[in-house]
């Protein structure tokens, strides 16, 4: 493929996220990731109160990562998540009350507890992917014009190997699915947009007081074929403009038609311009 016909703004983007969106369900996948609202021509998501956890969680372990290893933890952590909950605060997370909202918000400040009586990798050197514009991606295949794209939550550095440990921390109670190829996925990124060996890859549950649990890595030959079966799907479907839910309407999809169809509130942008919105 020439640098001509290599435009990433006609390329298909798949990551961890929008591929999981398919797997679930093919309308859910094109409500989340094609559909654009045809007054602002913005993409849109809908927020709730374990997406509000999780995000505000990630935001505040992610800053440490740009701290020097003997600083990351002289600033409590807590006081960066209450500047960070005002975000998602009340209506904007979804909550429906102010009962609810506490529940989730006590257990956001139980994990960084936890992560803060047990810091483990956190205290190490940590590794950032090469990114342009603050995503991570690169070209697979590069002559299918497809682009696998992801932000991996931390990378330790080891020093004593020259290596690296891929780590994914979980905010919520059920553990990752065996089948799932979020690992694969984050192991293409790392081996292909960094130089070192990827020689430990585990899940953190935060909600547990020691949750780190180290898992196998995939074979490299697996996972860039796991991978390239489903992207070579997405990007069939989308040719054909065929996404269909196979029980004509699911849990998955369905509250993203209703949004899609004037039933949710609008309450904001993300950072990345999605509006955001909440069910009605």
């Known amino acids: 493929m020439t640098e001509i016909e290599k435009d990433k703004y006609k390329a ?15 309308r859910l996948y094109f409500l989340r990731n094609v559909y654009k609202n045809p007054l602002s021509r913005r993409k849109f998501t809908i927020m709730n109160p374990p997406l509000a956890l999780g995000q505000v ?26 500047v960070s909950w ?3 605060g009340g209506e904007k997370g979804g909550f429906r009350n102010h009962e609810q909202e506490s529940e989730y918000k006590d257990r956001g400040l139980k994990m960084l ?21 603050g995503l991570p991606y690169y070209w697979f295949p590069e002559e299918e014009n497809i682009i696998l794209c992801g932000k991996i939550d931390w990378i330790e550095y080891l020093d004593a190997s020259n290596s690296i440990h891929i780590i994914d921390f979980k905010t919520g109670r059920n553990e990752e699915d065996d ?24 899940y953190w549950y935060l909600e547990k007081p020691n949750g780190m649990t180290e898992v196998e890595l995939p074979e490299i030959e697996d996972s860039v074929e796991k991978v390239r079966k489903i992207a070579s ?34 309450v904001g942008l993300s950072d990345y311009g999605q509006e955001i919105y909440i069910e009605k």
């Open 57 to 82: 969680v990630h935001e505040v372990i992610e800053s440490l990562s740009f701290l020097p290893t003997n600083e990351r933890f002289q600033y409590p952590l807590h006081k960066n998540f209450e």
């Open 179 to 202: 089948a799932s190829l979020q690992l694969p996925i984050y192991l293409l990124l790392a081996k292909n947009l960094q130089k070192r060996e990827v020689s430990k890859a585990s």
């Open 113 to 133: 507890k936890n992560l803060e009586e047990n810091p483990g990798p956190i205290l190490m050197k940590a590794l950032k992917l090469k990114s342009e514009d």
């Open 86 to 88: 005002q975000k998602v």
């Open 233 to 266: 799907r997405i990007k069939l479907v989308r040719q054909l403009n065929h996404f269909v839910c196979e029980s004509n309407g699911c849990r998955y999809c369905i509250p993203f038609e209703k949004v899609a169809h004037g039933g949710g509130k609008l």
């Open 12 to 26: 298909v983007w798949l990551s961890h996220s929008s591929i999981g969106d398919y797997l679930k369900c093919p």
